[in-house]
């Protein structure tokens, strides 16, 4: 649906901020793809596009591609940004850029939401997810684009329906420069884990789309050229089970109909592994990836942290059992924990050396606003929020340096290339080989598919078998993957390890962030073109 009762006609720029540089933008990735140049079209961005009035011109700019230019901000007669806490300072200059050409700057998406202060300059503030606010947003600019005299903030109070939610507008961006297309099935999670802002955000009781809609999504993201792997932003894509049984014969039709070229990835919490009857029916629909926040292996801190749902099959059991179905681990990691001591990092890579899990994002502890994490430590006077050279806004029960040293030194172990490389090949000997075996479909073997594969196996073998500083153990993993014909494994795991290695030196030499959330607002490196 889109809002309605508007007539006037008007010219919006949406402008998507570069990421500064971390573990998930995947820029090292992108010189061995096929002209790959960002992670994932901004879903929240493309839905607002959708929800226009017919009538209104949209122009789309994600400057992790290309930077908006003079003459779209002159073409314009408002702007509207969204982002993340990570995109906060890009998100401010492109504000100051639309003040320069005078016109009216909007902000609206989660970093907004939870932290309205980040944003003094901004003309209107949208606060919330799509509802009553975008309405009346959507009215006042219809009667006035002049900027207003000050700060006018609107907040959803009334959401629309996810059911009602318009298809992204997915045409608007290119979306074959992105490694993975992007998709949202839920919003809200019924858990409570402690440092988490997205029940405060968007509620316990998750909110659901249709899976005809789902369904249609798909199928136009296929007319705008979809990437290889689809992936379901929701938080939590068992966060109402039902809902997901629901939905997945409908996914595993949608694969049969299009020849499974296409491979689906999710975010859910640990204790799928509990649910056969889930995880059978996402093998059919072929997903082969889920990022499971496990957070730490300790399970004194996962009870801390209100997170025992992480504990309801033991941790290293849950992450075997989904390899079982053929689905690879990505797990998220937090250092910094009260519960840290000085072997932590050897506990941690302990874990990782026996979960086999390849893609970990370690991240030092981050307290968000609206958290209950945030309430605690600032009961506890440890939030420490006006130091700018700090990676974290905790003050941690470990010295501060001590902390830095062993994320640094967890970093440093995890991405060592060997180590790194045997835990890929660990996959692709065992979980890879679980997956759903599908007939080659005439879709595969385009010449389309064939050119892209080439142009990357060229790629990997000149930038990292010829010029790359782990020659050694590339060539040792990627023979084995050609004597097997598994090409899709080497491709695959080369171009994630790539970027984890070279990130992982940069972050253990003291070049990166130890937090996404990090209050140390270092420049974005990631350019655009
Ligand atoms: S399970 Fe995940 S999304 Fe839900 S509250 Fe915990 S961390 Fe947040």
Same mark, same amino acid.
């Given at each position: 649906m889109r809002v309605e009762g508007i007539e006037a006609v008007r010219r919006v720029l949406c402008v998507f901020p570069r990421y500064t #540089? #971390?573990?998930?933008?995947f820029e090292h990735a992108y010189p061995l793809t096929d002209g790959q140049k960002a992670f994932m079209p901004p879903q929240g961005l493309l839905v607002l596009a959708a929800y226009l009035p017919a009538q209104w011109q949209v122009r789309f700019v994600d400057e992790n591609l290309t930077s908006a230019t003079r003459e779209d901000f002159e073409w314009a007669e408002v702007v509207f940004v969204s982002g993340m806490h990570i995109q906060r300072q890009q998100m401010n200059d492109i504000c100051r850029r639309a003040h320069e050409f005078d016109l009216p700057a909007a902000i609206g998406g989660p970093s907004v939401s939870a932290c309205p202060e980040y944003y003094p300059s901004f003309d209107y503030l949208h606060v919330g997810e799509l509802g009553d606010a975008t309405d009346a947003l959507l009215r006042h600019l219809a009667e006035d684009v002049t900027r207003p005299g000050r700060q006018v903030v609107f907040t959803t109070k009334d959401r629309v329906a996810m059911s009602d939610f318009p298809i992204p507008a997915y045409e608007l961006a290119d979306i074959r420069r992105y490694m993975l297309s992007s998709l949202q099935y839920s919003s809200g999670c019924p858990y409570q884990c402690e440092f988490c802002d997205i029940p405060g955000l968007y509620g316990r009781n998750p909110r659901l789309k249709t899976p005809q809609q789902i369904i249609a999504e798909l199928d136009k993201m296929r007319e705008c050229g979809i990437a290889d792997t689809v992936y379901?932003? %929701?938080? @939590?894509?068992?966060? @109402?089970r039902k809902a997901a049984l629901d939905l997945l014969p409908h996914l595993i039709e949608w694969q049969k109909r299009n020849g499974y070229v296409t491979r689906l990835a999710c975010e859910a919490t640990l @204790?799928?592994?509990?649910r056969p009857e889930i995880l059978e029916k996402m093998r059919e629909a072929a997903f082969t990836t889920i990022f499971c926040?496990?957070?730490?292996? %300790?399970p004194d801190a996962l009870k801390a942290m209100h997170k %025992?749902?992480?504990?309801m099959v033991p941790i290293l059991e849950g992450v075997k059992t989904i390899n079982s179905y053929g689905m690879e681990v990505v797990s998220g990691i937090i250092m910094g924990l009260d519960s840290d001591k000085p072997g932590t990092a050897d506990a941690l890579i302990s874990f990782i050396d026996e979960s086999k899990i390849p893609l970990l994002t370690i991240n030092l502890l981050q307290a968000l606003p609206k958290t209950p994490l945030w309430d605690r430590l600032e009961r506890e006077k440890r939030l420490i929020l006006d130091d700018d050279t700090r990676d974290s806004n905790v003050d941690f029960l470990l010295p501060y340096e001590d902390v830095v040293r062993s994320w640094k030194r967890a970093m440093e172990l995890a991405y060592e290339p060997a180590r790194l490389f045997a835990r890929y090949q660990y996959q692709c000997d065992y979980t890879y080989a679980n997956r759903l075996k599908v007939p080659i479909s005439p879709e595969m073997k385009t010449w389309k598919n064939i050119r892209r594969a080439l142009i990357m196996l060229r790629n990997i073998f000149w930038q990292v078998g010829v010029l790359g500083s782990y020659k050694r153990v590339f060539w040792k993993f990627a023979l084995g993957r050609l004597r097997h014909g598994d090409l899709e494994g080497l491709i695959g795991s080369v171009l994630i390890g790539h970027h984890l290695i070279i990130f992982a030196r940069a972050a253990s030499s003291g070049e990166q962030n130890a937090s996404n959330y990090s209050l140390r607002l270092r420049e974005a490196s990631v350019p655009a073109e």
């Open positions: #540089s #971390s573990f998930g933008t379901f932003v %929701d938080d @939590n894509f068992i966060g @109402n @204790n799928i592994a509990k926040g496990i957070e730490t292996p %300790d %025992d749902h992480n504990m």
